[in-house]
C-alpha cells in the first residue's frame, strides 16, 4: 500500500478505512443527508452549480445532493481504495474522482460549494492549515464544514485509537484565518433525532464575500 506522509492517512488508506464503508452504509444514511442538506442548501442563494465533497466515501453526501440539486456538477475526493470503487459506482462515472488525499490535492478550478464532513476530525493538527487552505482555495462560494465541535481543540479515543479523533472549533479557527468568509448558517445534529439520526455533529456554512 502506497504510504502517505501521516499515520492519519495511512489509517484511513488501510484496513480501518476499508471496515468503515461496512459500518456505514445504507439507504436510510441518504434519506437522513437528504434531511439535513435540504436545510444546508436552503440557507444559500441558489447559484450552487458544482459541488466539490473532500473526503467522501462511498457518496453518501454527494447522493443526497444530487436528489436535491439533481443538475448539479459532482466532484469528490477520497484516499481510501475500496472506497472509491464504490464511490464511481453510487455518484457516476460522468462525475470527477480525485483517488487521493487531501493533503496532496492542488485545486484544479473552484466549485461553487465545498464539502467537507466528518474529515477535519481526523486530520493530523499540525497540518490542518494546509487543508483550511486546500477548502479555501478550492471554493468559489460556499464551505460546509460538518464536525465534531469543541470550543478548544481536544484529542479523544477512536474505537480503540490514540490520535486518530479530534474535535474543535474548524469553523471559527477558519473565520479567524480568512477574513473574506463569513458565517451564514450553523446547526446541529444529533443522534437521537426522531427521524433523521446523523452522528452527533455541528455544521457551518460559511461563505467568501
Ligand atoms: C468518517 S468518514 C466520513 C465520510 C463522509 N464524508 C461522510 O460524511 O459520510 C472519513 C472519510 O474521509 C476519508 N479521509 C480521511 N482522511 C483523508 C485524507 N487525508 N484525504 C482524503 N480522504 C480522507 C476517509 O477515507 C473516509 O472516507
Known sequence: MKQ???????????EFGDDYINRNSGRDMVANNIALFSKIINATDGSIKSILELGANIGL??????????????????????????????????????????????????????LIKGVLIHINPDILGE????????????????????????????????????????????????????????GFVYHRDNNFKQDDGTWFLLSKI
Not at 4 to 14: H, V
Not at 74 to 102: C, F, M, P, R, T
Not at 161 to 179: I, N, P, T, V, W
Request: charged share 25%; aromatic share 14%; net charge negative.
Open 131 to 186: 487543508v483550511y487552505k486546500i477548502l479555501y482555495e478550492s471554493s468559489k462560494k460556499y464551505i460546509c464544514i460538518m464536525e465534531y465541535y469543541n470550543p478548544t481543540p481536544v484529542s479523544i479515543p477512536y474505537r480503540g485509537h490514540d490520535g486518530f479523533l479530534f474535535k474543535r472549533d474548524f469553523a471559527g479557527e477558519m473565520l479567524d484565518l480568512y477574513s473574506s468568509l463569513k458565517l451564514i448558517d450553523y
Open 4 to 14: 502517505f506522509q501521516t499515520k492519519q492517512e495511512n489509517f484511513w488508506a488501510g
Open 61 to 114: 453526501n454527494l447522493l443526497a445532493l444530487k436528489r436535491l440539486l439533481p443538475d448539479v456538477e459532482i466532484s469528490a475526493l477520497e484516499i481510501n481504495d475500496k472506497a472509491v470503487i464504490e464511490l464511481k459506482n453510487n455518484i457516476g462515472e460522468d462525475s470527477k474522482i480525485y483517488h487521493q488525499s487531501i493533503l496532496d490535492f492542488k485545486t484544479d478550478y473552484q466549485r461553487d460549494f465545498v
